[in-house]
């Protein structure tokens, strides 16, 4: 069966300082890779998706990058976290093709400082 | 266009009682409807899905309802439980390429004993 994992589960960082957050995919081969933020009590925003290694694409413009270094592995980033980037950070996977559903992980609560 | 509108936003229903989450899009290009249900610190685990071609799905206490001339879906949970109680997600997607998946806004549901 296909796993997916993200850590830290919590975070908490000063205004300024950098970040990663790390989602791995367990059980399935090239999958499609996404990030999604939910801000608290409100639904989901797609950040980043991602086809294949190294294909990356943004939904919308943030002071936040993406990177897909192996298959099942995708990374978010950022240089200088800004108080706005407080949030739930969210992974999830899909099969390619048609009529298939994304899989969530458990999440990253981020809070900036 | 890419709307998916969802309601009620919060819903208190009796142990036993029928819960009812309606959602509606304007898209006529979407080609599959996920429902997704999260708990609270938790990620969206998908709950039941259903194309167009079909008018309902049943998955033991969950159904989705769907009438495709209105451009309008539903959950229904029959004999909810206290153990229900969590936030419900409607979705819509296109099928091709990467699964771009919209989201409605979210229903908090509590189930009372």
């Known amino acids: 069966s296909q796993t997916i994992h993200q850590w830290p589960a919590t975070l908490v960082q000063p205004v300024g300082s950098p970040l990663s957050l790390e989602c791995t995919v367990e059980?399935?081969?090239?999958?499609?890779l996404y990030w999604y933020r939910q801000a608290a009590g409100r639904g989901l925003q797609l950040l980043f998706y991602?086809?294949?290694?190294?294909?990356i694409s943004s939904e919308v413009p943030q002071n936040l990058s993406a990177s897909r270094p192996q298959d099942r592995q995708f990374i978010l980033s950022s240089k200088k976290l800004l108080l706005s980037d407080s949030g739930f950070y969210l992974c999830?996977?899909?099969?390619?093709?048609?009529?298939?559903?994304?899989?969530f992980g458990d999440g990253t609560r981020l809070s900036i400082l | 266009q890419q709307q998916v509108k969802q309601s009620p936003q919060s819903l208190i229903v009796q142990k036993g009682g029928i819960s009812i989450i309606n959602c509606a899009y304007e898209?006529?290009?979407?080609?599959?409807f996920p429902w997704y249900q999260q708990f609270p610190g938790k990620g969206p685990a998908l709950l039941i899905a259903?194309?167009?071609?079909?008018s309902e799905k049943k998955e033991g206490r969950f159904t989705i309802s769907f009438n495709k001339s209105a451009k309008q879906f539903s959950l229904h949970i029959m004999d909810s439980q206290p153990g229900d109680s969590a936030t419900y997600f409607c979705?819509?997607?296109?099928?091709?390429?990467?699964?771009?998946?919209?989201f409605g806004t979210g229903t908090k549901l509590q189930v009372i004993p």
């Open positions: 991602s086809v294949g290694i190294g294909q």
């Open positions: 898209n006529t290009a979407f080609d599959y």
């Open positions: 259903i194309r167009p071609d079909v």
């Open positions: 999830a996977w899909s099969r390619t093709g048609p009529y298939q559903p994304q899989h």
């Open positions: 059980g399935t081969s090239n999958p499609n």
């Open positions: 979705a819509a997607s296109l099928s091709g390429g990467y699964q771009k998946v919209t």
